[in-house]
């Protein structure tokens, strides 16, 4: 039943209707991580769904392939009941003025996986409409794989407009027909949820991770060692470790280890995360909250992604990944 952590209230599957869904119209727009698990997942819970996606759109095929209707953007937001948003953030504010809003039914649910157009109001919807969030706190495929293992990841959902008086239970009830409710549905509002996910996604789990990944094999092979020593070392390595995290927190993970990495840990964690690098953090987060990366993002997308496909073209011609695909090759068993 409901709980409260630490003043957020979780819901679980008995806090939650599904069949608030049935018998309503679903639009589900992009195929992509997210796209096709809520999808799959939605419709394995017997769900009406039919996807939106763009003319000459490479995940056209699939989506049919796994017995959906699919239509032109447009042409799917007509009708609907219930408009989830699943396309790139990038893309989703001029989606809206060209195709979504033309289309989009009175009092129909709008619905997003992450708050950021309308938390940075790229998009404002109509008085009448009916807006949530489902943000699953993990990667799309992992939605569905935990989804058919039995499981699935915990979800924040969120209600920015709510004339109809029932948004909330909406957002439950998608919540849970993706998965959410077996693992947590945790209530919170558009704001926390698009300035935590950015700060998260930039500081630690990703950005941090891979840089902090990254130095580590380079000061090894810089320093002569073998990149696949270094590579062991310094990324394969860490899914294990953080494995043991996820599943006791720092403490199982540190009765795990020897006593010499422990001594280590404490010795030397502080002199990677110095002071320099929490100020870092702080500035990192104040250009969240200020709106400052969100149009950095947008003017980037807009001219093309001078900066994101430099970067990208950079990170896959670097050594780490081309001994890291090495590798993988000698451990079929990690690509399923
Ligand atoms: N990736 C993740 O795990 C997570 C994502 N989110 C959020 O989910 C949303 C979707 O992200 P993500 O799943 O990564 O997106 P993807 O890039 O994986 O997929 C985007 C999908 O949208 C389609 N698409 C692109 N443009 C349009 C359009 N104009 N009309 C209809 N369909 C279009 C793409 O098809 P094609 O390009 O073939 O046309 C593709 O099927 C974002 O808001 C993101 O922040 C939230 C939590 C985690
Ligand atoms: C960590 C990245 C993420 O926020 C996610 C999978 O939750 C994203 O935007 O993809
Ligand atoms: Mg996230
Ligand atoms: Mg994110």
Not at 13 to 32: M, R, S
Not at 180 to 187: C, F, K, P
Not at 310 to 334: C, D, F, Q, S, T
């Amino acid at each position: 039943m409901a709980g409260n952590i630490l003043g957020t209230t979780v819901y679980y599957d008995a806090d939650c209707n599904v069949e608030k869904l049935v018998g309503k119209k679903i639009t589900v727009l992009g195929y992509g991580s997210q796209g096709h698990a809520h999808a799959l997942n939605l419709k394995e819970n017997g769900m009406d769904v039919t996807i939106g996606l763009r003319k000459g759109s490479k995940s056209w095929t699939a989506a049919e392939e796994a017995g959906f209707p699919v239509k032109e953007t447009g042409e799917a937001v007509k009708g609907a009941d219930i408009v989830m948003v699943l396309i790139p953030d990038e893309l989703q504010a001029d989606t809206y003025a060209n195709a979504i809003a033309p289309n989009l039914k009175k009092g129909a649910y709008l619905a997003f996986a992450h708050g950021f157009n309308i938390h940075f109001n790229k998009i404002v919807p109509p008085a009448d409409a009916n807006v949530f969030m489902v943000a699953p706190k993990g990667p799309g495929h992992l939605v569905r794989r935990t989804f058919q293992e039995g499981s699935g990841v915990p979800c924040l959902v969120a209600v920015e407009k709510d004339p109809s008086g029932d948004t909330m239970e909406i957002a439950k009830a998608w919540a849970a027909g993706i998965g959410a409710g077996r693992s947590g549905i945790l209530e919170t509002t558009f704001r926390q949820e698009t300035e935590t996910d950015l700060f998260g996604e930039q500081a630690v789990l990703c950005g941090g991770v891979c840089a902090l990944m990254q130095t580590g094999f380079e000061t090894l092979v810089e320093a002569g060692y073998n990149p696949v020593n270094a590579y062991f070392e310094c990324v394969h390595e860490m899914k294990l470790i953080v494995d043991l995290i996820y599943e006791g927190g720092f403490q199982t993970m540190r009765n795990s280890i020897s006593n010499t990495a422990e001594y280590g840990d404490y010795l030397t964690g502080p002199k990677m995360i110095t002071e320099q690098t929490r100020q870092a953090m702080r500035d990192v987060l104040k250009d969240i909250q200020s709106g400052a990366f969100a149009e950095a993002f947008i003017k980037d997308s807009k001219t093309g992604f001078p900066f994101l496909k430099g970067e990208r073209a950079k990170a896959e011609n670097h050594e780490v990944e081309k001994v890291g695909a090495a590798l993988r090759n000698l451990m079929p068993w990690i690509k399923k």
